[in-house]
């Protein structure tokens, strides 16, 4: 079974951009986790999506978002970057979410300048 | 609220010593245990995991872990440590209804030859 994988790698913006990171689940899996990681903060969560649906959001600003496709796909979009955006953006996914081992992708690098 | 705990920063071995790394958590119910690493730029990789059971797990790569719910601890351990082992690695709980991993601070691994 192929992995997690995440697209695009790698990005650079500027502050006050937007951006849209993608993340495609190991076939069979409906949930969708997304992580941001940085050298102050650490590994901390974002949201999570099931079957379309976010069922539990971190403690991030409302700049921060995502979605969900039928095909389980997700997407998160931040918008009006900040240079304390700049991050390793990681999606996870699993089964169905509860009580599941979740499996994560390669991540995406986000610097903003 | 739960969290975790990795109380070493820093780990430094000699390849072929024996490695323990340390890991507490704080969590009200039957606590879903994991053990990452992370290689620089990359993704978590999903060491091994405590969900009921044996208190003693196997993971991959010869890593094992404890469980120990009177020291809320959940120690990784491996008896002889190889330089490919050199990484970062993270003890998670999982929490938020079961959906979100809640991660420790990580503990970087040097190997010395």
């Known amino acids: 079974k192929a992995g997690v994988t995440q697209t695009p790698r790698y990005l650079i913006k500027t502050r006050g951009q937007q951006v849209t990171l993608s993340c495609s689940p190991i076939s069979g899996h409906r949930s969708v986790s997304w992580y941001q990681q940085t050298p102050g903060q650490g590994l901390q969560f974002l949201f999570e999506y099931f079957s379309e649906t976010q069922r539990n959001k971190g403690n991030f600003p409302g700049r921060f978002s995502g979605r969900q496709f039928s095909n389980s796909r997700s997407e998160m979009n931040v918008s009006t970057l900040e240079l304390g955006d700049s991050a390793l953006y990681l999606c996870?996914?699993?089964?169905?979410?509860?009580?599941?081992?979740?499996?994560f992708g390669p991540g995406t690098r986000l610097t903003v300048l | 609220a739960q969290s975790v705990t990795q109380p070493d920063i820093h780990i430094t071995v000699s390849e072929g010593a024996s490695l323990e790394l340390r890991c507490n958590y704080s969590?009200?119910?039957?606590?879903?245990l994991f053990w990452y690493v992370q290689s620089p730029g990359q993704g978590l990789q999903l060491l091994l995991k405590?969900?009921?059971?044996?208190?003693l797990v196997q993971g991959i790569k010869g890593f094992e872990a404890e469980f120990k719910r009177s020291q809320s601890s959940f120690n990784l351990r491996k008896p002889s440590v190889h330089w490919s082992d050199a990484a970062e690695y993270f003890c998670a709980v999982l929490s938020g209804s079961a959906r979100q991993l809640t991660f420790g601070s990580g503990t970087q691994l040097t190997v010395l030859p």
């Open positions: 405590y969900f009921s059971g044996d208190t």
């Open positions: 969590y009200g119910a039957t606590p879903y």
């Open positions: 996870a996914s699993s089964p169905s979410g509860d009580y599941n081992e979740q499996f």
